[in-house]
């Protein structure tokens, strides 16, 4: 079993920056693949990126592409999302969710790829 607890959501303007973190507990270690999603009101949840194991393969969604970055630091069992140039938009709760299945190289970009998630935490952009 692997606990996530999110952390670094806030109320910024638009074309700021905030990163999120996501620390893992319980069962951890870095053999699990990693995925930020996201839940504006009134929608359901979407999925914004995705880091491999060994943190040399990402993907991104569409809308976030080239303004913000996933990492993770397997030995402080984190991982980031550095979210850079902001719009009202990107305003949702934003969930850290982890795979603990048998990952065979793919891009993971479904909720039901994943097995473990986090409370979230929330962001907000005012224009």
């Known amino acids: 079993q692997v606990q996530l607890v999110e952390s670094g959501g806030g109320l910024v303007q638009a074309g700021c920056s905030l990163r999120l973190s996501c620390v893992a507990s319980?069962?951890?270690?870095?053999?699990?693949?990693m995925g930020w999603f996201r839940q504006a009101p009134g929608k359901e949840r979407e999925f914004v990126a995705t880091?491999?194991?060994?943190?040399?393969?990402?993907y991104y969604a569409d809308s976030v592409k080239g303004r913000f970055t996933i990492s993770r630091d397997n030995a402080k069992n984190t991982v980031y999302l550095q979210m850079d140039s902001l719009k009202p938009e990107d305003t949702a709760v934003y969930y850290c969710?982890?795979?603990?299945?048998?990952?065979?190289?793919?891009?993971?970009?479904?909720?039901?790829?994943?097995?473990?998630w986090g409370q979230g935490t929330q962001v907000t952009v005012s224009s």
């Open positions: 880091i491999n194991r060994s943190a040399d393969r990402t």
């Open positions: 319980g069962r951890t270690g870095s053999s699990y693949v």
């Open positions: 969710a982890a795979r603990g299945r048998l990952s065979g190289g793919l891009i993971y970009l479904r909720e039901d790829e994943y097995d473990y």
